[in-house]
């Protein structure tokens, strides 16, 4: 007797989790599953050394004032201004030097007390084994510290699940212009 019940029992908690199951896939078809993340390969931490071309002067600048407030020309850090770049990326430090790629996206002056920007954009890169991949990063740039340092927070392509930072340093910068060149080192986690 005992035995038929514990067997009635099991049937039944059989047929419970079988209908929870169909219950939380209605049409067969979870919406999501676990994969082996093996089938990725083996994770690898690259190297990209690069100069950005900040040019905001002259008659085709590359990276553009789209936003301020009223107090941002009071301010001395010009607080408030949002600017669009689509900077191009070279091997060497001169603008003449082989483009690589280019970083494409926003800055925008976040700090009242020292010259420091939000930086929001892609490298892009136009060359070599990952021309067509991208990195997306999202950082803190206090320009006027010696070295920068921005988290890359994805990438793209080759890139995809790209975990990382990125170093900047002014490798020069006109006062009267605005005009900036900045060395980059990017090192990032991709497969
Ligand atoms: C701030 O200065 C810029 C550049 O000189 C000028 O184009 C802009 O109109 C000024 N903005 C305000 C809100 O005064
Ligand atoms: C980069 O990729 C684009 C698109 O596939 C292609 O048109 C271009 O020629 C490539 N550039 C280089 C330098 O290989
Ligand atoms: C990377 O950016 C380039 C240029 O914006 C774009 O053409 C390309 O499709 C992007 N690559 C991927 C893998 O999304």
Redesign the pocket.
């Known amino acids: 007797m005992a035995a038929k019940t514990f067997l009635l029992f099991l049937f039944l908690s059989f047929s419970l989790a079988i209908s929870l199951a169909h219950a939380a896939k209605p049409d067969g078809q979870p919406f999501s599953r676990t994969l082996r993340p093996q089938k990725l390969g083996k994770e690898k931490l690259s190297h990209f050394r690069f100069y950005f071309h900040d040019t905001v002067s002259g008659s085709n600048p590359s990276a553009v004032r789209v936003a301020e407030a009223a107090a941002t020309n009071a301010s001395t850090t010009g607080f408030g201004l949002v600017a669009v770049m689509d900077n191009p990326l070279t091997v060497g430090p001169q603008l003449s030097s082989k483009l690589i790629g280019r970083a494409q996206g926003m800055y925008a002056s976040a700090s009242q007390t020292e010259l420091s920007f939000l930086m929001l954009f892609n490298f892009a890169f ?2 070599g084994k990952y ?2 991949s991208n990195l997306s990063v999202l950082g803190r740039n206090g320009v006027l510290s010696e070295v920068r340092e921005m988290p890359v927070v994805g990438g793209s392509g080759l890139l995809r699940f790209a975990r990382g930072y990125a170093q900047a340093r002014t490798q020069e910068r006109d006062v009267n212009t605005g005009d900036a060149v900045v060395e980059y080192n990017v090192y990032v986690f991709h497969y």
Do not use: K, Y
């Open positions: 136009t060359e021309n067509g």
